[in-house]
């Protein structure tokens, strides 16, 4: 009678961990889940898709301007298939390197109420004299 009365609460333990931990997924992946679309994508989304979301595309060759009181810069994002979509960027930090029109970049923000992405976050995509096959070895 002990030893079915232990299996219960050993059952009943179990059953409320992995409730606990499949909650905590749950909640952990509902939260950070972005979009990730591209310029074209994203001018056709409806806005409450994009209080979220991580655009790419290709760097504007015109409209590049340095924050001047701050780490920075806003650029125009513009479609990699088709340039005529294009969409006002503005990015608060350090700018990498490989920043410059032309580049491919990624950036994770949110749509302002103005109609520019914010951006939180900019990377650019490795210049091909990085890759592995363009190497003189």
């Known amino acids: 009678m002990a030893r079915k009365k232990n299996t219960c609460i050993y059952l009943a333990a179990l059953l409320l961990f992995l409730g606990g ?4 997924v749950f909640a952990g992946f ?14 056709a989304a409806p806005p409450d898709k994009l209080i979220s ?5 290709t760097v504007a060759r015109e ?5 001047r009181e701050r780490p920075g810069v806003s650029f125009l994002l513009e479609d990699k298939d088709n340039a005529s979509q294009i969409i006002e960027v503005s990015y ?3 700018v990498p390197d490989t920043f410059k029109a032309g580049a491919e970049v990624i950036v ?3 749509m ?3 109609g520019r992405f914010a951006a939180k976050t900019l990377m650019t995509k490795c210049p ?5 096959e363009n190497r003189q070895s």
């Open 21 to 24: 931990v499949g909650y905590l």
């Open 30 to 43: 509902s939260e950070n889940s972005v979009y990730f679309l591209n310029v074209a994508e994203a001018k």
């Open 53 to 57: 979301a991580r655009l790419f595309g």
């Open 63 to 67: 409209g590049i301007e340095k924050h």
């Open 92 to 94: 608060s930090g350090a």
């Open 108 to 110: 994770e923000g949110g």
């Open 112 to 114: 302002g109420p103005e």
């Open 128 to 132: 091909s004299k990085y890759q592995k």
